[in-house]
Nanobody, 118 residues
């Protein structure tokens, strides 16, 4: 059974920083992607940042240059350093682990709230 546990959310003022962490436990094959997604009320869940097991990263347009994602394949952890936070970054942030080739899987964490006050 694979589990993803997020930590590090909270309340911060605009311009501030937060660091989110995700730890994956259980057995799963490589050639996968770990990522952070977010969802705010009335909006669809969107990609924040992701990293493949090979180290290739991808960022959503709205966070490029402000957020940095890092992955540790030995510890199965994924961190997201968020700088220069804006009120529009307010959302529930979800950790995701997925594999698009066989055997496919797609796991989600329970989410952690990030609130940025103006």
């Amino acid at each position: 059974q694979v589990q993803l546990v997020e930590s590090g959310g909270g309340l911060v003022q605009a311009g501030g920083s937060l660091r989110l962490s995700c730890a994956a436990s259980g057995n799963f094959p490589g050639a996968n992607v770990m990522g952070w997604y977010r969802q705010s009320p009335g909006k669809e869940r969107e990609l924040v940042a992701s990293v493949t097991s090979g180290g290739t990263s991808d960022y959503g347009d709205s966070v490029e240059g402000r957020f940095t994602v890092s992955r540790n394949n030995y510890k199965n952890t994924l961190d997201l350093e968020m700088n220069n936070l804006k009120p529009e970054d307010t959302a529930v942030y979800y950790c995701n682990l997925k594999r698009k080739i066989l055997p496919r899987f797609n796991y989600w964490g329970q989410g952690t709230q990030v609130t940025v006050s103006s």
